[in-house]
């Protein structure tokens, strides 16, 4: 992808939507997957629009579609995961960008500030990113159980933590009583 995909703004079309398709090559998902640190990025096709809203402000809506392969967070085994979504950015020419050292999160993480250039391409990669499943596991994968304790004593297990583990060994316990 070493054209560019970005549209400037001062360019784009009041009255109709610019469309776009991107669906980069082999060797641009293979440098995307290196971004990502993935083990591979099989398909990548993002495609919609971007339209006016109101005088000054841009609406970029689309569909993006991947197939992603990563380690299992387990066994390391391959994971293949397809990627669906659909995208959308509002980028506000008036919006109010917070400054200082601490800054609270806005509430919809969809708006922007709206810059001289709307960038699908780089939309499209942190798209992906953000729906790239955080602990990929393969089917195979098992965590199994580590219990410890000190010499003599019983272990807590996993089942002991559930809610009722402790009427159960009530009930138990009386069931062995004569």
């Known amino acids: ?24 090559d082999a060797e641009a ?9 993935l083990a591979a990025l099989r398909k990548l096709r993002f495609s919609g629009k971007i339209t006016a809203q ?24 391959p994971v293949t995961t397809r ?14 960008v917070p400054q ?7 509430e919809d993480d969809t708006v922007e500030p709206l810059g001289t250039v709307i960038d699908p391409e780089a939309v499209m990669i942190e798209a992906l990113e953000l729906a790239l499943p955080l602990y990929p596991r393969s ?14 004593k019983q272990a807590m297990r996993d089942e002991d933590t559930r809610p009722f583990a402790a009427l159960a060994s009530l009930r138990d316990a009386a069931k062995d009583k004569p």
């Open 100 to 106: 200082g050292a601490e800054v609270e999160m806005p």
């Open 83 to 96: 990627i669906d979504t659909a995208v959308r950015r509002l980028y506000l020419a008036n919006m109010d």
């Open 139 to 152: 089917e195979s994968a098992e965590l199994g159980e580590a219990v410890f304790t000190e010499p003599g």
């Open 54 to 77: 109101g005088r000054r402000d841009w609406l970029l809506e689309g569909t993006l579609g991947a197939t992603v392969v990563q380690p299992c967070v387990v066994t390391l085994e």
């Open 1 to 24: 992808m070493t054209e560019t995909h970005a549209f400037r703004v001062a360019e784009l079309a009041q009255n109709a939507p610019v469309a776009f398709d991107l669906s980069p």
């Open 29 to 37: 998902r293979a440098r995307i997957a290196t971004e990502l640190d």
